[in-house]
């Protein structure tokens, strides 16, 4: 059974950091693209970042480049999401998903995403 576990979130203030985790169990981590996506109340969900199997590469949305930094640790079939400088519009439940696809122009479609984390909520304050 394959489980993706988020912690991390919290509530910080305006131009501070928190650091997601999403510990994966259940499937061969290196074999997954993995990603963060978020939803804010009101809002459709979208992506954040995404990483590739080994790490080698990454994407992020643009609203978020240059304070996002997505990483993983296959060894501890991890990955992370650092968020520095962050905005109350960064407010919003993150979830990590994995995908065994490659990573494509569809890298921002959620569809493609096989599993899926609970969620973990980041709520910033102005």
């Known amino acids: 059974q394959v489980q993706l576990l988020e912690s991390g979130g919290g509530l910080v203030q305006a131009g501070g950091s928190l650091k997601l985790s999403c510990a994966a169990s259940g499937l061969t981590f290196g074999n997954y693209a993995m990603a963060w996506f978020r939803k804010a109340p009101g809002k459709e969900r979208e992506i954040v970042a995404v990483i590739t199997r080994s790490g080698g590469n990454t994407l992020y949305t643009d609203s978020v480049k240059g304070r996002f930094t997505i990483y993983r640790d296959n060894a501890e079939n991890t990955v992370y999401l650092q968020m520095n400088s962050l905005k109350p519009e960064d407010t919003a439940v993150y979830y990590c998903?994995?995908?065994?696809?490659?990573?494509?122009?569809?890298?921002?479609?959620?569809?493609?995403?096989?599993?899926w984390g609970q969620g973990t909520q980041a709520t910033v304050s102005s």
């Open positions: 998903a994995a995908r065994n696809s490659p990573v494509s122009s569809r890298w921002y479609q959620s569809s493609d995403y096989a599993y």
